[in-house]
């Protein structure tokens, strides 16, 4: 089986922040390969920042061709929203069935987890991969030494999209933030200006 994580966001700038996490968690744990999986806009609410999915997976795909273990992924872009990661996960589990698939998720969504649509069948069957947030608090008691979350101990990345958008907007240069190789084709494109 080959072990594949799954590192969920709408990568609205991809920026070097999501590539050393991507990264760190396909160095250093039992994954082989780490998927962006680019979370597609939701219909029903048009934000003014949020690029096309096709540009946003235009990013990410620029951004991981240099890393052999980090593959772009648009699985959600075909499933009906609004969407739910178990949909995913399973839809996944069609399409890959030899692939072993695990969810990468900042510690600050274990509070809301229980919320999740099947959290206790996405628990069972898949597992979390956790890293760390400043921002979060302990890890909540019910979740604590469960056998299928696994803390990780990878780099606390302080770089937000939105801040990245804001400075875009104010002229202000961002390159250093972003993948070269997307920072150019957002350049070009005049994204968020």
């Not at 009906?80 to 839809?91: A, C, M, Q, S």
Request: aromatic letters at 10%; hydrophobic letters at 35%; a positive charge.
């Amino acid at each position: 089986m080959k072990q594949v994580g799954l590192f969920f966001g709408s990568f609205n700038p991809i920026h070097v922040g999501h590539l050393i996490l991507a990264n760190h968690f396909a160095e250093h744990t039992a994954l082989e390969e780490v998927w962006l999986v680019v979370t597609p806009q939701n219909p029903f609410k048009v934000k003014q920042s949020m690029l096309d999915n096709r540009q946003r997976l235009e990013l990410v795909y620029r951004a991981c061709e240099p890393y052999p273990k980090l593959k772009p992924s648009d699985i959600e872009f075909d499933l009906p929203t609004p969407n739910y990661t178990i949909d995913t996960l399973v839809r996944l589990k069609e399409k890959y069935p030899s692939h072993q698939f695990t969810l990468l998720v900042g510690q600050d969504n274990l509070f809301h987890f229980h919320k999740w649509k099947n959290h206790d069948i996405i628990l069972k069957d898949y597992g979390l991969l956790v890293y760390p947030r400043k921002s979060a608090e302990s890890i909540p008691e019910a979740l604590k030494n469960h056998p299928k979350i696994v803390l990780v101990a990878a780099p606390e990345i302080n770089i937000s999209s939105s801040s990245i958008r804001t400075q875009i907007k104010n002229g202000q240069n961002i390159r250093p933030l972003m993948p070269p190789e997307s920072w150019q084709y957002l350049d070009e494109m005049n994204f968020y200006k």
